[in-house]
């Protein structure tokens, strides 16, 4: 696949996926994939990660440590169906509270039925917004999380600066997406699973197969660890660090807003 990597300097505002696409049009073109996923989500994740998606987000859970005690607040960015939010309120015993944020409303509609099935609805709230616009004062979230969300985003660097902005002095990003493997071998075969079975999969169990293709190819755009690291430092994170999950399939960035 010679398809190029965005580097640092940019790129992902105007691709979708491997298309090239007009400054502004490319919201609108992921709006519409995730209106046409949300049903299947949850469940195609599973399928098309081989349920490996739960260990790297039980990583990240991990990695971030929510306090048992005390008042804790944690915005997800990106937060679909409320994946990454249920897990950090189960870790922190149902101390911690979390702000699922997604600029999808059919996403969050699942994920507000998960609370409410769960019983997390006192712990979680749900906030329709761009992560490149967050509608809160600066200074109010002791964590932010955003996991397989932020290479969806067109202007990173907009959204990482409002991460920063809305945490709190001492407070931790955490970002979650997948990233460059770097095992020959392994990306090979992580390449044919990609793209081949992954659509395939995707006509079979939800009845189409493109909206599967983007977010493979979207995988292949994004920037790799180092890049999306100096991306995450020029936002005014420090102690920027990364830890590569199965090879680098997927990559666990965080920062410190000190
Ligand atoms: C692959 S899903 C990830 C969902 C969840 N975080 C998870 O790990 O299961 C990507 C999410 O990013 C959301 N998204 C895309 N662009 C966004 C934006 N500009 N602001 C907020 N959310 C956005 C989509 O609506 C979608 O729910």
């Keep these: 696949m010679s398809v190029q990597r965005t580097t640092a300097t940019g790129g992902m505002e105007t691709s979708f996926g491997f298309r090239q696409v007009g400054e502004g049009d490319k919201q609108p073109l992921v709006d519409e994939v995730f209106h046409?996923?949300?049903?299947?989500?949850?469940?195609?994740?599973?399928?098309?990660?081989?349920?490996?998606?739960?260990?790297?987000?039980?990583?990240?859970?991990?990695?971030?440590?929510?306090?048992?005690?005390g008042a804790w607040k944690v915005l997800d960015v990106a937060g679909g169906t409320g994946d990454i939010a249920f897990r950090i309120v189960e870790a922190s015993g149902r101390n911690a509270h979390a702000t699922v944020l997604d600029i999808n409303g059919s996403m969050l509609a699942v994920g507000r039925d998960r609370a409410a099935k769960a019983g997390l609805e006192a712990?979680?709230?749900?906030?329709?917004?761009?992560?490149?616009?967050?509608?809160?004062?600066?200074?109010?979230?002791?964590?932010?999380?955003?996991?397989?969300?932020?290479?969806?985003?067109p202007r990173i660097d907009a959204a990482l600066a409002e991460a920063y902005r809305v945490l709190k002095p001492g407070g931790r990003f955490l970002c979650l997406e997948f990233s460059e493997v770097d095992m020959p071998l392994l990306d090979r075969a992580y390449e044919a699973w990609s793209f081949n079975a992954i659509p395939?999969?995707?006509?079979?169990?939800?009845?189409?197969?493109?909206?599967?293709?983007?977010?493979?190819?979207?995988?292949?755009?994004?920037?790799?660890?180092?890049?999306?690291?100096?991306?995450?430092?020029?936002?005014?994170?420090?102690?920027?660090?990364?830890?590569?999950?199965s090879a680098g399939i997927a990559a666990l960035h965080s920062g410190w807003k000190l």
């Design 200 to 245: 395939r999969i995707g006509q079979i169990v939800a009845g189409e197969a493109e909206p599967y293709a983007y977010l493979v190819e979207s995988i292949r755009k994004f920037p790799n660890q180092q890049n999306f690291a100096a991306m995450v430092a020029t936002a005014g994170f420090e102690r920027v660090t990364w830890r590569n999950y």
């Design 123 to 153: 712990n979680t709230e749900f906030v329709e917004a761009n992560a490149e616009q967050l509608p809160f004062a600066d200074d109010v979230f002791d964590a932010y999380t955003i996991a397989f969300g932020i290479r969806n985003v």
């Design 36 to 69: 046409r996923v949300a049903g299947r989500y949850d469940l195609m994740n599973d399928l098309m990660s081989a349920g490996m998606h739960r260990l790297w987000k039980e990583g990240l859970v991990s990695w971030l440590n929510p306090p048992k005690r």
